[in-house]
C-alpha cells in the first residue's frame, strides 16, 4: 500500500493545523504512527515480516522469531526498570533473545538486520504530516521530531528521509535521551532545552505521550490518530498473519478517514470493511483449500450444508471454482433439527437418544420435546412432567437426562411414529436434491462432524452408496467418532486430531463464522409437499432477520465483492490470491478471535446468536457482564472477557477464571488479562 | 574429509559419547521418508481413526505399511477403500492368512520398507497433525545425527467403547519419558510407547527387527537393543496419543497392555531374565557384585514394607509423624550404608582430618626447615 497513491489527503485535519501553526514557534512530530506508520495492522507484524524472510534465509530454527523477539523486549524492559532506566536500546533487546529463541545466538546479527529490513520495507510516510511539515517549514517554524522508541536515532532518521522527510529537523529519540514521553521526562527535558518561552505545537497518535504529558509542560497539542495501528497484544504472531495484516491495515487508514470526514461510521459500514479485509482472507483460503482436494479425490458433486454453507457456495461460484473443475456445487436446507431428528426416527439409536435429549444450553423440557415433535405424545409427556417437575423443569442434570431418555425408550413406538411424518420429509428432499454419485462432498464450517454423520445413514437407508467427504472449516476432537461411519472429515484450518485447548481461536470464533455465514432466512424445520417437490420450512424470526439486514449482509457482500476481483485479477489492494493458505485464513481467524479491536468487539460482541438447534434462545455474543458468570460460558469467551475488563470490580475475578482456563494457550493471548 | 592420523589415535576407545555416529547415514535430503508401519486385527471401529491420525499428517512424505496379521480380509478393504483417494499411492497392504503375532507382523512390513525412517502406529492410537513434521525435522537437523531415533511428549486418552462407538473418559500427559532417554530408567521399565517413537531404518542392519518371539513387550526389548546403539532425542510437546480402553473390556478391542496385564508382568520377567543372562553369559564374575547388591535391595524393600505397614496401622497423627520421622532416619542411614557416596564420605573424612591438623603440621615443616 503506497500511502501516496489515492490517498484522500485530511483537509479538515490540516485545516486545523494550519490554523494552530500561526501560534506556535516550534511543532513537533511524533514520529511512529504519526510521520510515518507500517503497512500492517499491527506493530508486531514487522517482526512476523522479518521471521518470514528469516525462514527462507536460515531455516525452521528461527520459526518462532516474532513472539521470541517480542518477549524479549519485554525482558529488555524489565531488566532496565529494575535498574531505575525508563528505555532501552536495540542492542539490549537482542542480548535479551538467546533465552526466549534457542539457536537465536548464533545468528543475532543476521536477525537483527532483518528486522531493521522488514522496518524500511513496511514504514512509508503519511501525507497529511508531510504536508503539515512542508507548511511548518514554509512558515519558517523550527520543525522537530520526538519518539519513543528503542531504535537509534541514526536509523529513524534514515526511515525518516526515506519517507520524505529529508532535511528534517531535530530529532529527539528516547533510546539516545533515556527520556520517555510518556512519563513526561522527554517533555521536561525539551522545554528546559526550547526554554520557556518558545511557543511549541505537538502532533502525535497517543492520548497520554502525545496529547496529556505534553500539555502537563505547557505544549499546544493536536491530536492525529488517522494511522494509529492497532495494537493486538493477544492472539499468535507470525508470518501466517501477514495477508490479513496488510488487507487490514488498508481498509483501516480508509475506514479512520472516513469516519472523521462523516462523523463516525456506524456498524453496518463497519462490517462492510471487514468483509472486504478478514472475510475475504478467511473465506478465500477456504475456497482455495477446497477446490485443491475436490480435484485431487475426484469429487463429482458438492453439497453445501445450510446454513452456514451459504457463503461459501457463492464465493464458490463467483470465484470461478465451478467452471474450473466442473463440479457443480448444491445448497442443501438441511439443519441438525432435520437430519438429526430424521436419523432417530429411523430406529431411536442410543445416539439418537443423546441428540434428541441434550443441549448445548439449559432448556426446559416443553422446548427439549417439542423440538423433536413429541409434544402429542400424551403418555410420554405426562410421565416426563411427573418425573421432573412439569413442562417449565431445566434439565440439567445427567440423572435427568437419563430420566428422559428411559422414558423415550418406553414409549419408543410413539416416539417413532410422531417422529415418522419429520423422516419421511426429510428422506423425500434428500431423494430429490442429493444427486445418485460416487463421490459426494459436503461443506460445512464444521465442528463435530454430526451432519454429516446423519446425512450417510439416512442416504444409506435410501439404498445410495455414496462415499461422502466433508470438507470444514475445522473438527473438534468428538468428531473422531462420527469417523466410522459418517466418511471422511478434512478440516482446513483444523481437524479433530488437534486438542481443543490447541483450537482456542477457532473455539472463540465458532459463533461469529456460524452467523456471518449464514443466508437472511431462519433454520430448516421441515419440509413440505407442493406440486410434488419438496421444499423447505424455515423458522424464520425476527431477531436474525434484522441482525443479518444490518451487520451481516453488508459483510457478506463486501467479502463476495472482494472474491471476485481477487479471483479474477489476481490481486486486490495489497492481497495477492496465492497468498491465501489455510494457515493464513487461520491466523485471521485467531488474530480477531482471541485480541480484537474496539471496532470488532463493538460489531462482532452485539450479534445475537442460537447455540441450540432448536433456535429458540439468542444470546448476544459479548453480554452484559455480571461478576458470578464466567467468560467462559459466553459464545465468544475472549471477547466477553476483555469487554468487561473495562469494570474494574470485576477485574480480578475474571481475569483469574480465564487465565486460569486457557493456560495452555499462547502467552501473547493470555498477557491481555494478566 | 579425513581425518589427521595423529588426531585419529586421539579418540577415545572405548568410545563413550557419542555412542552412534551416523555421519553420512542421516536421511538424504531434508525431507526424509517415513515408513508408517500399522498392525491391525478385526479392529474397524479404531482402525478408521487409525488411519485418518496418519492421514491427516501436515508432513505428506510417508507411506502406510497395513498389515492385515490375520483378520477378516474383507472387512479391512471396505475400510481402505474409503480413503483409498486420500492416500493416493501411499500404502501398502500386507494380509497374513494367519496371525503371525505383534513383532512379526512388525517385521513383514519392516522387511518390505525402504524409508529413511520407521515408526510402528498402532492401530488404536493416535496423532496430532504435527507429529511427523517435528520428528522428521528434528532427524533431519546436523546436529542431531548422533540420535538413532526421537520420542515425543504423550497423552494417555483413556476411552470406552459403547453402543459402537469410542467415548473418552479422560486425559493425563504421560509420565515417562521427559527428556532424553535415559537408559537405565529404560532398564527399569518401557519409558515410552511406540506411538512416540521414530527411528532411522538404518539401525535396523545393526540392531536387526522385532524378537518375534515376544508375545507381548516386543517394544521395550526393542528399545532396549535401540540404546544399545545410540541415543534416543526427545521433543517435550505432547504429538502423541496413547489410547487406553478402561480395563475389563476383554475383546479385540482390549489393549494388551490393560487386558493383559498378567501377561506382561510374567512377559516382563522372562524379558529382564533374558537380558541378564545374556550379560552373566559374557560376564560371570559380575554376579559376585550383582548378588550382594541385590540382597542389599531386597532387605531394604522387606523393611520398608514393615514401615508402609507401621504407619498404616497407626491412627493417631503423632504417632504417624514419629514413624514416618523414623523412616526418613532409617532411609538416611540405609542410603548412606548401601549407597555409591559411601567412598565419597570416607574420602571427606580423610580431607577434614588433613585441614584440622594442619596447623600442627606448618609448625613441624618449619621447625625442619622447609617452610619459613
Not at chain 1, 430424521?342 to 417439542?370: F, H, M, N
Not at chain 1, 454423520?453 to 472449516?473: D, K, M, P, V
Request: proline letters at 5%.
Amino acid at each position: 500500500m503506497p500511502p501516496q497513491n489515492g490517498w484522500p489527503l485530511d483537509r479538515t485535519w490540516l485545516d486545523d493545523f494550519t490554523a494552530r501553526l500561526s501560534k506556535a514557534d516550534v511543532v513537533s512530530f511524533d514520529v511512529f504512527d504519526t510521520a510515518i506508520t507500517r503497512n500492517c495492522d499491527a506493530p508486531i507484524d514487522a517482526f512476523a515480516l522479518a521471521e518470514e524472510r528469516l525462514l527462507v534465509e536460515i531455516g525452521e530454527e528461527v520459526s518462532g522469531f516474532a513472539t521470541a523477539r517480542e518477549l524479549a523486549e519485554q525482558d529488555a524492559r524489565t531488566a532496565a526498570a529494575a535498574l531505575g532506566r525508563e528505555e532501552i536500546t536495540f542492542a539490549e533487546i537482542y542480548a535479551a533473545l538467546p533465552p526466549r529463541l534457542p539457536g537465536a545466538g548464533r545468528h543475532l546479527e543476521r536477525m537483527k538486520a532483518a528486522e531493521l529490513k522488514a522496518e524500511a520495507d513496511l514504514l512509508s510516510g503519511v501525507p497529511e504530516i508531510l504536508e503539515a511539515v512542508r507548511l511548518a517549514q514554509g512558515a519558517g517554524k523550527k520543525v522537530i521530531f520526538v519518539s519513543d522508541m528503542y531504535l537509534p536515532g541514526g536509523q529513524i532518521r534514515q526511515f525518516l528521509e526515506n519517507a520524505g522527510y529529508a532535511g528534517g529537523g531535530e530529532l529527539h529519540v528516547s533510546s539516545d535521551t533515556g527520556c520517555l514521553k510518556w512519563s513526561g521526562r522527554q517533555w521536561a527535558r525539551l522545554r528546559e532545552r526550547l526554554g520557556d518561552g518558545a511557543r511549541i505545537l505537538h502532533i502525535g497518535d497517543d492520548a497520554v505521550a502525545d496529547v496529556a504529558m505534553p500539555q502537563k509542560h505547557a505544549i499546544e497539542t493536536l491530536a492525529f490518530t488517522r494511522v494509529r495501528s492497532n495494537p493486538r497484544v493477544g492472539g499468535p504472531a507470525g508470518p501466517a498473519v501477514l495477508p490479513f495484516s496488510r488487507a487490514a491495515r488498508c481498509r483501516s487508514i480508509r475506514l479512520q478517514q472516513s469516519s472523521r470526514q462523516e462523523g463516525g461510521r456506524n456498524h453496518s459500514e463497519f462490517m462492510t470493511d471487514f468483509g472486504a479485509s478478514w472475510g475475504v482472507v478467511i473465506v478465500g483460503s477456504f475456497i482455495r483449500w477446497l477446490e485443491a482436494r475436490v480435484q485431487r479425490y475426484g469429487i463429482e458433486q458438492l453439497l453445501f450444508l445450510a446454513r452456514d454453507g451459504w457463503l461459501l457456495q457463492q464465493a464458490w461460484e463467483i470465484a470461478g471454482c465451478e467452471a474450473r473443475t466442473g463440479v457443480c456445487a448444491t445448497y442443501l436446507h438441511a439443519s441438525r433439527r432435520v437430519l438429526n431428528l430424521a436419523e432417530a426416527g429411523c430406529d431411536l439409536s442410543e445416539q439418537a437418544l443423546d441428540r434428541i435429549c441434550k443441549s448445548y444450553k439449559l432448556q426446559p423440557l416443553r422446548t427439549v420435546l417439542d423440538r423433536a415433535g413429541l409434544l402429542g405424545c400424551t403418555d410420554l409427556v405426562a410421565e416426563t412432567e411427573k418425573q421432573l417437575g412439569g413442562l417449565g423443569a431445566l434439565i440439567k442434570s445427567p440423572a435427568e437426562i437419563e430420566m428422559l431418555r428411559s422414558a423415550m425408550r418406553r414409549h419408543r413406538l410413539a416416539v417413532l411414529a410422531a417422529m415418522a411424518p419429520l423422516r419421511d420429509a426429510t428422506l423425500g428432499y434428500l431423494v430429490q436434491q442429493v444427486p445418485d454419485c460416487q463421490r459426494l462432498g459436503v461443506v460445512d464450517l464444521g465442528w463435530y462432524g454430526s451432519l454429516q454423520g446423519s446425512l450417510a445413514n439416512l442416504l444409506r437407508r435410501l439404498g445410495r452408496h455414496a462415499r461422502l467427504s466433508g470438507f470444514y472449516y475445522s473438527l473438534f476432537p468428538r468428531a473422531q467418532q462420527r469417523r466410522t461411519y459418517a466418511g471422511w472429515l478434512e478440516g482446513a484450518f483444523g481437524n479433530d486430531f488437534i486438542p481443543f485447548r490447541d483450537q482456542f481461536g477457532l473455539r472463540n470464533a465458532v459463533a461469529i463464522l456460524e452467523n456471518l455465514h449464514s443466508p437472511a432466512e431462519g433454520t430448516t424445520v421441515n419440509y413440505r409437499m407442493t406440486d410434488s417437490v419438496y421444499t423447505p420450512v424455515l423458522g424464520n424470526n425476527a431477531i436474525e432477520m434484522t441482525q443479518h439486514a444490518r451487520l451481516i449482509a453488508p459483510f457478506q457482500r463486501s467479502t463476495l465483492e472482494a472474491i471476485d476481483e481477487l479471483f479474477t485479477a489476481g490481486r486486490i489492494g495489497p492481497l495477492r490470491v496465492d497468498e491465501l493458505t489455510p494457515a493464513a485464513g487461520k491466523a485471521a481467524i485467531d488474530r480477531v478471535a482471541l485480541s480484537p479491536t474496539a471496532d470488532e468487539l463493538a460489531a462482532l460482541g452485539q450479534i445475537r446468536h442460537a447455540a441450540d438447534f432448536d433456535h429458540t434462545v439468542f444470546v448476544p455474543l459479548v453480554p452484559a457482564g455480571e461478576w458470578h458468570v464466567s467468560p467462559l460460558d459466553t459464545e465468544w469467551p475472549v471477547g466477553a472477557a476483555l469487554a468487561w475488563l473495562g469494570k474494574s470490580h470485576e477485574r480480578s475475578h475474571l481475569a483469574g477464571s480465564l487465565c486460569k482456563a486457557i493456560s495452555e494457550t499462547d502467552v501473547r493471548t493470555i498477557r491481555q488479562f494478566q | 574429509m579425513t581425518e589427521d592420523p595423529q588426531l585419529s589415535r586421539l579418540k577415545p576407545r572405548p568410545n563413550f559419547y557419542p555412542a552412534y555416529d551416523s555421519v553420512g547415514d542421516s536421511p538424504r535430503d531434508v525431507r526424509p521418508t517415513v515408513a508408517v508401519i500399522m498392525r491391525t486385527k478385526n479392529r474397524p471401529l479404531l482402525l478408521h481413526r487409525a488411519l485418518s491420525s496418519v492421514l491427516l499428517q501436515r508432513y505428506d512424505a510417508w507411506r502406510l505399511y497395513l498389515v492385515n496379521d490375520g483378520g477378516d480380509r474383507r472387512e479391512i478393504e471396505e475400510v481402505i477403500a474409503r480413503y483409498d483417494m486420500v492416500f493416493g499411492d501411499r500404502l501398502t497392504v500386507l494380509h497374513h492368512a494367519e496371525s503371525l503375532g505383534m513383532e512379526r507382523a512388525s517385521n513383514a512390513a519392516l522387511s518390505e520398507a525402504t524409508e529413511d525412517l520407521v515408526i510402528v502406529h498402532d492401530d488404536d492410537d493416535s496423532w496430532h497433525p504435527e507429529f511427523l513434521v517435528e520428528t522428521t525435522a528434528f532427524l533431519s537437523r546436523p546436529e542431531n545425527r548422533r540420535y538413532v531415533g526421537v520420542v515425543t511428549g504423550c497423552t494417555v486418552v483413556g476411552e470406552k467403547i459403547e453402543q459402537g462407538a469410542v467415548h473418552e473418559t479422560n486425559r493425563t500427559p504421560w509420565q515417562g519419558a521427559r527428556n532424553v532417554i535415559d537408559f537405565r530408567s529404560m532398564l527399569v521399565e518401557n519409558m515410552f510407547p511406540p506411538i512416540c517413537l521414530v527411528f532411522r531404518r538404518s539401525v535396523v542392519d545393526s540392531i536387526g527387527g522385532f524378537n518375534g518371539a515376544l508375545p507381548v513387550l516386543g517394544d521395550w526389548e526393542f528399545h532396549i537393543r535401540l540404546l544399545l546403539l545410540g541415543d534416543i532425542g526427545f521433543i517435550d510437546r505432547p504429538l502423541a496419543n496413547y489410547h487406553h480402553r478402561v480395563a475389563g473390556t476383554n475383546s479385540v478391542y482390549s489393549n494388551t497392555v490393560i487386558d493383559g496385564n498378567s501377561l506382561h508382568v510374567r512377559q516382563n520377567i522372562l524379558l529382564r531374565n533374558g537380558v541378564m543372562r545374556s550379560a552373566l553369559q559374557v560376564q560371570p564374575e559380575a554376579l559376585g557384585l550383582l548378588q550382594p547388591v541385590l540382597h542389599a535391595l531386597a532387605d531394604i524393600e522387606k523393611r520398608l514394607e514393615r514401615i508402609e505397614a507401621t504407619i498404616g496401622k497407626s491412627r493417631k497423627p503423632r504417632k504417624l509423624r514419629k514413624s514416618l520421622e523414623r523412616a526418613r532416619l532409617w532411609w538416611l542411614d540405609q542410603t548412606s550404608k548401601y549407597a555409591p557416596l559411601r567412598w565419597g564420605r570416607q574420602s571427606l573424612r580423610h580431607f577434614r582430618f588433613w585441614l584440622r591438623t594442619r596447623p600442627i603440621r606448618r609448625v613441624i615443616a618449619r621447625t625442619r626447615g622447609r617452610i619459613r
